[in-house]
């Protein structure tokens, strides 16, 4: 079988270009000169694919320092160079924010700050969000509710207030169409989309009632994830997937008897944050090696490490 070679001519490997056979030289590289910039900047939206990731593979080794550089392309006329230069201060981007969701998993314990853990792992997947506008929305909904609720009121009409609040008002709902989504799992997709698995509908519910200093815990069933309202007069359960749906302790375990689970006290205690954390991960673990994405599926697998130390 004949073997195709490609001929890379002097304008792409002696005009401070780069040999796409060699591998980026070990070491920390040498600082990049303007000459060797503009090169590899031409050279970055080369249409051979072998000159491109051999020329990104060169960038990438010269670290973080390349991001300032880099991101002067973000309104380059090229598309392909604006693209491409943008896709690697992503990619150093993302290694910034799994670090950072990394040591957050390791140093805090059980009662880690929930919603911090998820704005993380927000991050981790979609660095540049703006962590401060989504917790300003949040509040202004707090704010809204905190000049409805009856706080002396049945613990009915209290959560029917919130349910107006975010599933009639709002609009906020299960993804059932798309219920295997990675958005699905981060708490920034959930507020830009509406929709959520349930476990990030009741991280939703369990942040503004954080803010409203309610008496909600997260319950991780089998299969299902529920918030529970408790105070010294009653239980109930609440099943943010379908609109804040009412639940008795009765309710969860006929479902759990029809889902083929024997019925354990402990699957109704509540979560600790660190555990509903980790089971966030695990969903979308699962969900990234089912869609066969093995690099992803990797990433989440150190997160579930950190979180079960």
């Given at each position: 079988?004949?073997?195709?070679?490609?001929?890379i001519g002097p304008s792409r490997c002696h005009l401070g270009g780069v040999?796409?056979?060699?591998?980026a030289p070990a070491g920390v590289p040498l600082p990049l000169s303007e000459r060797r910039k503009e090169a590899l900047a031409r050279l970055l939206a080369d249409e051979d694919q072998i000159v491109?990731?051999?020329v990104r593979r060169e960038i990438v080794s010269h670290g973080p320092s390349v991001r300032p550089w880099l991101a002067g392309f973000s309104l380059h006329a090229d598309p392909v160079l604006r693209r491409r230069a943008l896709a690697i201060v992503e990619h150093f981007d993302r290694l910034d924010a799994d670090i950072a969701f990394n040591v957050f998993c390791l140093r805090h314990g059980e009662e880690l700050n929930l919603e911090e853990g998820c704005w993380l792992l927000s991050r981790s997947r979609f660095p540049s969000i703006n962590v401060e506008a989504y917790r300003a929305m949040l509040d202004g909904y707090a704010a809204d509710l905190m000049g409805r609720l009856d706080y002396a009121g049945e613990p009915e009409s209290i959560i029917a207030t919130l349910n107006a609040c975010l599933f009639a008002e709002q609009g906020f709902r299960g993804n059932e169409?798309?219920?295997y989504s990675p958005d699905n799992s981060y708490l920034s997709r959930v507020l830009d989309l509406r929709t959520g698995n349930p476990i990030l509908?009741?991280?939703?519910?369990?942040?503004?009632?954080?803010r409203l200093q309610l008496p909600v815990a997260g319950i991780g069933l089998p299969g299902h994830f529920l918030c529970r309202f408790q105070n010294a007069r009653k239980e109930l359960f609440i099943d943010a997937f379908n609109k804040g749906r009412l639940l008795t302790k009765a309710d969860c375990v006929k479902y759990l008897r029809q889902a083929g689970y024997e019925f354990h006290e402990a699957f109704l205690v509540p979560a600790s944050p660190r555990r509903i954390l980790l089971r966030i991960c695990s969903n979308l673990h699962?969900?990234?090696q089912h869609q066969g994405d093995k690099a992803?599926?990797?990433r989440l697998q150190g997160y579930i490490l950190a979180l079960s130390k």
């Open positions: 079988m004949a073997v195709r070679t490609v001929a040999d796409p056979a060699k591998p491109f990731r051999a169409e798309e219920y509908l009741c991280v939703l519910y369990l942040t503004l009632c954080r699962q969900i990234h992803e599926a990797e």
